[in-house]
């Protein structure tokens, strides 16, 4: 597939959100007291970020003066749940910071936030392991890493916010689950990518095209130029760049944040656990690419290239 960046950043941004949001919800009912000025900044920051990620997705639409249609069809399309879901997750993160705002010390608030920040992952994965067609996608693992990678993400950016900000007693609780969790999405990623690269297609050139000669090769597609097809489907990128942009994510997005979470916890020093958020962003970015980029489209068995 090709990878619209919009969604790449989308799906990047509100997964570090929603981790932030989740990780500040589980705090707090668990009973751990947060300062009031730490927890709003906190929210007004994941507030921010999915903001932006909304606005990302927007570059994604054709017509976007259109996209509240996408909500219409939610009976049976994840797309359109996510269409409710993030707005609602939206709502209650401001909601929270309002009441916080205002002395209000609510546990529904939280116990929502963690609920819906949840379905939103949920909804989110979906998108994508519906889709039977792509088997590198129609997998529990989807989920899981999808909820995964975006907790390790909004731990890490907690870690470095309670850091920057004194909340010791947030941070002994994070870091060590921050480097927990980025473990075991390193280690669900990695069964992934066994899984995917051990993949055999379903469809061969002789079923794409009906034609059920033993041997078949392509030398046109009958136009002289490219086509919404050859465009969206493939990401025309070289084996070699894909394993380059493979290893890049394995080290950013986790074997680095993990090394880098260690090294705080053991010297309690802001700047690495500042150092190990700016590093994991990239590579998560460079993660939610290639995750797009791995998957084959079946249609590409007919459409290999442009003569």
């Not at 269409?83 to 401001?94: N, S, W």
């Not at 493979?246 to 916890?265: E, Q, S, T």
Request: proline content about 4%.
């Amino acid at each position: 597939m090709n990878p619209a960046f919009s969604v790449v950043i989308f799906t990047t941004i509100a997964g570090a959100a929603q981790g932030l949001v989740v990780t500040l919800a589980l705090a707090v009912l668990a009973g751990l007291s947060l300062a009031p000025a730490f927890a709003s900044t906190a929210l007004i920051v994941a507030e921010v970020l999915l903001l932006v990620g909304l606005g990302a997705s927007f570059g994604h639409l054709g017509r976007p003066e259109r996209a509240w249609r996408a909500a219409m069809m939610w009976r049976t399309s994840w797309l359109s749940r996510e269409v409710i879901v993030l707005p609602a997750f939206i709502a209650v993160v401001a909601l929270w910071w309002l009441a916080l705002r205002n002395g209000i010390d609510s546990m529904a608030l939280p116990l929502a936030a963690l609920v819906i920040g949840a379905l939103l992952w949920y909804c989110t994965a979906m998108i994508y392991a519906c889709l039977r067609f792509i088997q590198e996608w129609a997998q529990p693992l989807t989920l899981v890493n999808f909820a995964l990678i975006g907790l390790s993400s909004g731990l890490i950016l907690a870690s470095a916010l309670a850091a920057l900000m004194g909340e010791h007693a947030l941070l002994q609780l994070t870091a060590p689950c921050a480097f927990a969790v980025t473990a075991i999405a390193w280690f669900t990623r990695t069964l992934a990518l066994r899984r995917n690269a051990a993949l055999t297609p379903r469809s061969t050139l002789q079923s794409a095209t009906g034609i059920r000669a033993p041997k078949l090769m392509q030398k046109s597609m009958g136009m002289s130029a490219g086509s919404f097809n050859t465009r969206e489907f493939f990401h025309g990128a070289s084996r070699s760049a894909l394993k380059q942009i493979k290893l890049a994510f394995i080290v950013l997005g986790f074997a680095l944040p993990c090394v880098l979470l260690l090294w705080a916890m053991s010297s309690q020093s802001t700047l690495v656990f500042v150092l190990a958020l700016a590093v994991q962003i990239p590579g998560l970015v460079a993660e939610r690419w290639f995750f797009f980029a791995q998957a084959k489209h079946p249609q590409n068995l007919y459409y290999q290239f442009v003569s």
